[in-house]
């Protein structure tokens, strides 16, 4: 995870230095649904999300940089053991994802319509109710004149990898996009997510420029 946010940092120092030669940036907001392929759901609804991206400027190869984020929420239930310290946690939580990352757009054009490829990498969080997985222990301090305050939201995070490509259609600054990403879950969590927890997800979009 370190050296994906290392990463996300050197693209976007890299990316600022080219804004000294050209001010076309843009920012995009898209708003879509998706659907997560998993075996761990005992329910499958398509969930909605929505998000915003900073357009860097074409270089002379028609390509740009994108970095940005979305949140997205479903009324899919997961239905999964959580593994800590040795022990199994029952777990059914809906389903709440967050995502950062940057992408690689390739712009074409046919006739009037603009299309966009897009490949993208970024940092993919499962946020879920954590049932009773036990809490870790917050750390003491001896000192009187320090107190820590803990909050308890209920949840628990699986993090993971999104490796995505898709295609966008663009009519002036009024495009749609449809996208397939893979989750390797596993990559990072293998100790505390199931064997067969990675999945797929399709997103379609509604994008506005600006």
Same mark, same amino acid.
């Given at each position: 995870? !370190?050296?994906?946010?290392?990463?996300l940092?050197?693209c976007? /120092?890299?990316?600022?230095?080219?804004?000294?030669?050209?001010?076309?940036?843009?920012?995009?907001?898209?708003?879509?649904?998706f659907?997560n392929?998993s075996?761990?759901?005992?329910?499958?609804?398509?969930?909605?999300? $929505?998000g915003? &991206?900073? !357009?860097?400027?074409?270089d002379e190869? *028609?390509? !740009?940089?994108?970095?940005?984020t /979305?949140?997205?929420?479903?009324?899919?239930?997961?239905?999964?053991?959580?593994?800590? @310290?040795?022990?199994?946690?029952?777990? !059914? =939580?809906?389903?709440?994802? &967050?995502?950062?990352?940057?992408?690689?757009? *390739?712009?074409?054009?046919?006739?009037?319509?603009?299309?966009?490829?897009? =490949?993208?990498?970024g940092?993919?969080?499962?946020?879920?109710?954590?049932?009773?997985?036990p809490?870790d222990?917050? @750390?003491?301090n001896?000192?009187?004149?320090?107190? /820590?305050?803990n909050?308890?939201?209920?949840?628990?995070t699986?993090? =993971?990898?999104?490796?995505?490509?898709?295609?966008?259609? &663009?009519?002036?600054?009024?495009?749609i996009?449809?996208? $397939?990403?893979?989750?390797?879950?596993?990559f &990072?969590?293998?100790e505390?997510?199931p064997e067969?927890? /990675? =999945?797929?997800s399709?997103?379609?979009?509604l994008?506005?420029?600006?």
């Open positions: 995870m !370190r050296t994906f946010i290392i990463g940092f050197l976007l /120092n890299l990316s600022a230095q080219s804004l000294e030669k050209v001010k076309s940036e843009r920012s995009l907001i898209e708003v879509g649904s659907l392929f075996k761990f759901k005992t329910k499958q609804n398509a969930g909605f999300y $929505a915003y &991206w900073y !357009r860097f400027p074409v190869t *028609k390509t !740009r940089l994108e970095l940005g /979305n949140l997205g929420y479903s009324k899919s239930f997961y239905e999964f053991n959580y593994k800590k @310290e040795g022990l199994l946690y029952p777990i !059914r =939580s809906e389903e709440f994802v &967050w995502n950062l990352g940057a992408r690689m757009v *390739k712009e074409y054009h046919v006739e009037n319509i603009k299309i966009e490829w897009v =490949s993208e990498l940092l993919h969080t499962l946020i879920f109710n954590d049932g009773d997985i809490k222990e917050p @750390e003491k001896d000192s009187q004149n320090s107190y /820590n305050t909050i308890d939201t209920n949840t628990a699986f993090s =993971s990898l999104k490796i995505g490509q898709g295609i966008r259609f &663009w009519k002036n600054n009024i495009g996009g449809v996208q $397939a990403s893979y989750l390797p879950y596993r &990072w969590n293998r505390i997510t067969g927890f /990675n =999945s797929f399709i997103e379609t979009s994008l506005f420029k600006f």
